[in-house]
């Protein structure tokens, strides 16, 4: 192989370096990819099946990221952290219309009495209709309820 040949070769490989470890690091802001059927949600440890209702929580001391089969067990697990009033906390929800759209779950409307993988009742959506509920709303009511005896996270679990 020629002398040029090796030099193009290693500037295609340097070039392509930051790429490949950027893809190794891990993310400390945005939503990730749920992987569906393979991840299982924090709060009750049922796999992630149904897209229309996941959520993520991104906070923290090491703003580590936390997935969810429903929005209800990711305010149940908020509501239990320490940091819960903390600024910098992200919360996503999926728009339930579409299932591949991430809506910042704090400004999102909600629509009660859907069937929803933990049965609190609520699906996600973009726009405000007279049968939404804000995020307060939703909030207070998941919590009202509480966590399903089959969610509580397991003594010595991480949080």
Known sequence: ??????????LVLLAALPLAVAGC???????????????VCAMCGMIISDPRY?????GGPDRALVKFDDIGDAVNWLDMQSWRNDPAIEF???DSDT????LDARTAFYMPGTVSPMDYGFAAVKQKTDKTVDFAAMSKTALARGMAGRCAPEEGAPQ
């Open 25 to 39: 690091r891990k993310q400390n802001e945005g939503p990730e990819e749920i992987h569906y059927a393979r991840e």
């Open 54 to 58: 996941a959520a993520e929580i991104r």
């Open 99 to 102: 299932g591949t759209e991430w």
């Open 92 to 94: 996503w929800v999926m």
């Open 1 to 10: 192989m020629c002398h040029d040949c090796n030099r193009r070769r290693a």
